[in-house]
């Protein structure tokens, strides 16, 4: 069992920065592919940004493609997301999630196995 805690969240302005973090413990870190998701009000959970469990390889959603960054951290069992130039729409709870997907980058919920309660990220325009 893996247990996920994201932090970093808060209140920025638009074209501001913030860097998410998320730690992992209860399991073998290196084994997971891990992502960030993130949900608004009213709305569905939407895929962010994902990274091979040796840190290889990302994929990211265009709407945040070239303006967020995701990496890792094995040794220190984190996952981080960059997020920069951030704008008002950006505006959700982020979401860490793991998924024992071998060398793959899972995009759909379906494909993670554990999440973590969730970090507010609020920006004002």
Not at 43 to 54: G, H, L, T, Y
């Amino acid at each position: 069992q893996v247990q996920l805690v994201e932090s970093g969240g808060g209140l920025v302005q638009a074209g501001g920065s913030l860097r998410l973090s998320c730690s992992a413990s209860g399991g073998t870190f290196s084994s997971y592919a891990m992502g960030w998701f993130r949900q608004g009000p009213g709305k569905e959970r939407e895929f962010v940004a994902a990274i091979r469990r040796d840190g290889v390889s990302t994929y990211y959603a265009d709407s945040v493609k070239g303006r967020f960054t995701i990496s890792r951290d094995n040794a220190k069992n984190m996952v981080y997301l960059q997020l920069n130039s951030l704008k008002f729409e950006d505006t959700d709870v982020y979401y860490c999630a793991a998924a024992n997907y071998g060398l793959g980058l899972p995009r759909l919920l379906l494909q993670y196995n554990y999440w973590g309660q969730g970090t507010q990220v609020t920006v004002s325009s």
